[in-house]
């Protein structure tokens, strides 16, 4: 089971501002990165480290993180928006396990 | 354009083997660690297995510890995952993924991501 917790479904009206969370005491040493999936198409990176957008995610995504919580926020949230999201961290114990979120169903409505 | 891409799914039967492969480009493949995730059908990522450039240090999920081995060709610009001893369980599509690090030393935080990801190749473990 994952050690990083999410709300497995969010929803937000057309426009309007949503934030998804994660939880995890991994997120007490490492910033949570955060992907966007879309139906049968692979994950792709929106959100890394402190505030890190990569190139050609829209500036409507932020980030933040505040003791073992990491929070994506859409700010203005569109219909192409709708996806499902997990953020993701290592283990700070010290094994270098990777680690996901289960995930959280954004639906926009 | 960096780029990853899968190959070597299929449907093998309880307690067989397979060899994922996935061919890297666009970026220099020997300086960066890479990764193996899987999704079970209509479930969430699973973090498999890590391999540093060098595969000095390799690392594995307990679900499939001992069974999956990773492995890179840095010549070849290819990283694999042979899976043995397979089970229904592991019925999934498999991505590989190109990891990212670094250390904030202002904040004392790490920062780890994976960027890009492959298409994916899905295995079905299947009588």
């Known amino acids: 089971s994952s050690e990083l917790t999410q709300d497995p479904a969010v929803s937000v009206a057309l426009g309007q501002t949503v934030r998804i969370t994660c939880q995890g005491d991994s997120l007490r040493s490492y910033y949570a990165s955060w992907y966007q999936q879309k139906p049968g198409q692979a994950p792709v990176l929106v959100m890394y480290?402190?505030?890190n957008r990569p190139s050609g995610i829209p500036d409507r995504f932020s980030g933040s993180s505040s003791g073992n919580t990491a929070s994506l926020t859409i700010t203005g949230a569109q219909a192409e928006d709708e996806a499902d999201y997990y953020c993701?961290?290592?283990?700070?114990?010290?094994?270098?396990?990777?680690?996901f979120g289960g995930g959280t169903k954004l639906t926009v409505l | 354009e960096v780029q990853l891409v899968e190959s070597g799914g299929g449907l093998v039967k309880p307690g067989g083997s397979l060899r994922l492969s996935c061919a890297a480009s666009?970026?220099?493949?020997?300086?960066?660690?890479m990764n193996w995730v899987r999704q079970a059908p209509g479930k969430g990522l699973e973090w498999v297995s890590s391999i540093s450039s060098s595969s000095s240090y390799i690392h594995y999920a307990d679900s499939v510890k001992g069974r999956f081995t990773i492995s890179r060709d840095n010549a070849k610009n290819s990283l694999y995952l042979q899976m043995n001893s397979l089970r229904a369980e592991d019925t999934a599509v498999y991505y590989c993924?190109?990891?990212?690090?670094?250390?904030?030393?202002?904040?004392?935080?790490?920062?780890?991501?994976?960027?890009?990801w492959g298409q994916g190749t899905l295995v079905t473990v299947s009588s």
């Open positions: 993924a190109r990891e990212c690090t670094d250390y904030d030393i202002l904040t004392g935080y790490s920062r780890w991501w994976f960027d890009p």
């Open positions: 480290g402190k505030n």
């Open positions: 666009g970026f220099t493949f020997s300086s960066y660690s």
């Open positions: 993701n961290s290592r283990d700070s114990s010290g094994s270098h396990l990777g680690e």
